[in-house]
Nanobody, 122 residues
Framework: QVQLVESGGGLVQAGGSLRLSCADS????????MGWFRQAPGKEREFVAA????????SYANSVKDRFTISRDNTKNTVYLQMNSLKPEDTAVYYC???????????????WGQGTQVTVSS
């Protein structure tokens, strides 16, 4: 079982960048697929990006492709989401999640962090 803690959220102007981190505080990161999701007020939680254990397979939502990059450092039990060219519509609470199989649906993921707020001002 993993215990996920996100960090790195904040307020940024449109066009700016942020890097989110998600660490597994129990150190049981091994073998898990990691995903990032986001939820804006009044909207469903939506898929952002996912990465497999080895880092060789990634998937992105069309809305963030070419702007966001997911990566992981298994030696640090941490997954990252580099967000560039941020837009006001990227404003949401961002969650990381872990699962044993690769997926892009929130229903595919068993373990979740508490979320970190990202606000992009216009």
């Amino acid at each position: 079982q993993v215990q996920l803690v996100e960090s790195g959220g904040g307020l940024v102007q449109a066009g700016g960048s942020l890097r989110l981190s998600c660490a597994d505080s129990k150190g049981t990161f091994s073998g898990y697929v990691m995903g990032w999701f986001r939820q804006a007020p009044g909207k469903e939680r939506e898929f952002v990006a996912a990465i497999n254990w080895g880092g060789g397979t990634t998937s992105y939502a069309n809305s963030v492709k070419d702007r966001f990059t997911i990566s992981r450092d298994n030696t640090k039990n941490t997954v990252y989401l580099q967000m560039n060219s941020l837009k006001p519509e990227d404003t949401a609470v961002y969650y990381c999640a872990a699962n044993s199989v690769f997926g892009v649906s929130k229903d595919d993921y068993r373990y979740w962090g508490q979320g970190t707020q990202v606000t992009v001002s216009s």
